[in-house]
């Protein structure tokens, strides 16, 4: 495991949230701060216009759009905003917090060029189904057909790692500690869950995303926010500490003050980035079947997804974590699902674990039927530039096979090694993505803002 930590390190070292910051940066400098100064107006074309009354075309497409955009949710909003966000706090202290925030600012102008990029330059493949994401861009574009090969086949390789066999064994260790089901039986069940959705094609995978996020988030941001009001005695105090610790403003021994800010800036920006995934180009192939022709609608969505990822749900949940550790001065030896499980038992007792348990166990869930989607995008992009498409269905059959073992897997094996080395999949999944939207940024078009 050495060589893996290693490589590890290399790979998602700092010069990586500097990739992945500059083109955040740079997005935003070009929209002028469109996520922020154009707020009302991509708000009412997104949550907003879900609130509207429509019938007929509109109220179907609609619907369409809604589907995608859950499905999008599904691969972003996962266990990262429940442990990834426990884990910042405990390693970079409440000041990661405040750089989580910032990550997701600049991801939202990030996400938006991706998703733009993706939607103008999709096309339909020889059953009309439509082919999308960075591998396309690349190619038709950007002019690098061998990136674009190299981002499709790693993005293969992440859907049967961190897309399925992570998400699996995380999903199976919490039902077995949360609720006592053998690995082995939740194996076979996962499986089976996995199958019936899958057999829907892309159409089926946006159903079940459809209604699985709004009731799964529903249900987590209601406890998160009732612990937040339980706890709203130290919320003043928190506060005040996210932002102390986010620049080390106490006074601090010598080199002590550096390297605290380091340490917040570090995993706040790290754990912002693997939660909403902005710059790994994932939302771009999620984008895919959207309804919409209009490039600017598909990205003022992919900004809402990514606010609500991050904005909203890691907030809520790295506000309920502080507060209760305020309130009760929790041991910080605690982390990941434990010290969130913790947090919410303390208010809710045992119910309150469990509750948390449940969200964690349908993220999962949510996460692996939508990276089955990224993955099968993924190759089918393959098949076609390699001239397979007379082997497609077998392959894409032997794929499905491939995935559901990879689940199964994962459910029952230990994932040291195939955490590092999915790890370090995703860090050079992004490399190719980023070279694009610095290749291409001049092709994205934000909309007017008052």
């Known amino acids: 495991m050495g060589m893996l930590e290693g490589v590890h390190r290399i790979v998602w070292g700092p010069w990586l949230m500097v990739l992945f910051l500059a083109a955040g940066m740079r997005y935003t400098v ?89 939607t103008a330059s999709r096309f339909q493949g020889k059953k009309g189904e439509a082919i999308c994401g960075p591998f396309v861009y690349l190619e038709r574009m950007a002019g690098q057909p061998g990136l674009a090969l190299f981002y499709a086949g790693l993005c293969v390789l992440c859907s049967l790692g961190m897309g399925s066999m992570v998400q699996a064994n995380s999903l199976a260790e919490t039902a077995r500690y949360s609720f006592h089901i053998p690995a ?176 964690l166990i349908m993220f999962a869930f949510a996460t692996i039927i939508a990276w089955y989607y990224l993955g099968s995008q993924a190759l089918r992009y393959l098949l076609l530039r390699a001239r397979w498409t007379k082997h497609g269905f077998p392959l894409a059959r032997l794929y499905q096979w491939a995935y559901l073992l990879a689940v199964g897997t994962g459910c029952v094996l230990s994932m040291g090694k195939v955490w590092l080395f999915s790890d370090i999949l995703n860090g050079l999944l992004a490399l190719p993505n980023l070279a694009a939207l610095f290749l291409l940024a001049r092709e994205v078009k934000f909309p007017e803002a008052p």
């Not at 107006?41 to 075309?57: E, H, I, P, Q, Y």
């Not at 996962?78 to 997701?104: D, E, K, R, Y």
């Not at 600049?106 to 991706?114: C, D």
């Not at 790290?270 to 309804?291: M, T």
Request: some cysteine; hydrophobic content about 50%.
């Open 30 to 118: 070009q929209g002028r701060g469109f996520q922020l100064r154009g707020f009302r107006k991509w708000w009412k074309a997104t949550a907003g216009d879900l609130l509207r009354k429509r019938s007929g075309a509109e109220g179907t497409s609609r619907k369409e759009q809604l589907r995608t955009a859950c499905t999008a949710l599904a691969a972003t909003v996962g266990t990262g905003n429940i442990v990834g966000v426990a884990t910042a706090i405990t390693c970079g202290g409440p000041g990661a917090l405040f750089w989580m925030w910032v990550s997701a600012f600049v991801g939202m102008a990030t996400a938006y060029g991706e998703v733009y990029l993706g």
């Open 184 to 359: 082995g039986w939740m194996a076979i069940l996962l499986c089976a869950l996995v199958v019936w959705i899958i057999r829907g094609g892309g159409k089926g995978i946006q159903e079940a995303s459809a209604a699985l996020v709004p009731f799964s988030a529903g249900l987590y941001l209601f406890c998160a926010v009732a612990v937040i009001f339980l706890g709203r005695a130290s919320l003043g105090e928190v506060l005040k500490d996210i932002f102390q610790d986010a620049f080390q403003l106490r006074a601090a021994a010598g080199g002590g003050a550096g390297y605290g800010v380091s340490q917040a800036l570090r995993y706040g920006l790290a754990r912002g980035v693997f939660s909403n995934e902005a710059g790994l180009g994932s939302l771009a192939v999620l984008h895919g079947d959207s309804p919409g022709q209009d490039p600017a609608l598909q990205g003022m969505w992919a900004i809402f997804e990514v606010f609500f990822d991050t904005i909203v749900v890691c907030t809520l949940t790295g506000l309920a974590i502080l507060c209760s550790i305020k309130e009760y001065e929790v041991d910080l030896g605690l982390s990941g699902a434990a010290l969130a499980s913790w947090c919410f038992s303390k208010y809710f007792g045992s119910l309150g674990g469990k509750l948390v348990s449940a969200s």
